[in-house]
């Protein structure tokens, strides 16, 4: 299988296990897009990720900067460390419920 796939498949299945107020870290050590940010915007576009907050990080030193506030991408150049992609997110407290057009 398509590994993207699944790890949208594992970001939905850690998602339901969230309580209401609680957090959701999705990472990988990946530097691929299809990997890290389609598979966080996928997540925040569907039903469950609907009910979840971001969640952003207190400092802005992104290596890069067009990046959401709560997706954070570490580049081995600029960080010294492996490639990493983390997103966060906070699940509401209240669920609203989605409207029926």
Request: aromatic share 8%.
């Amino acid at each position: 299988a398509d590994i993207a796939v699944l790890q949208r498949q594992v970001l939905a299945e850690a998602a339901a296990l969230v309580r209401p107020g609680g957090r959701l870290v999705y990472a990988t050590c990946s530097l691929l897009r299809a990997e890290n940010a389609s598979v966080a915007e996928a997540f925040e576009s569907s039903e469950l990720g609907r009910e979840f907050d971001p969640w952003p990080f207190d400092m802005r030193s992104s290596a890069l900067p067009d990046q959401p506030r709560h997706h954070r991408t570490l580049l081995p150049h600029v960080e010294g460390s492996d490639g990493f992609f983390v997103a966060r997110w906070r699940r509401r407290c209240s669920q609203r419920r989605a409207e029926v057009v």
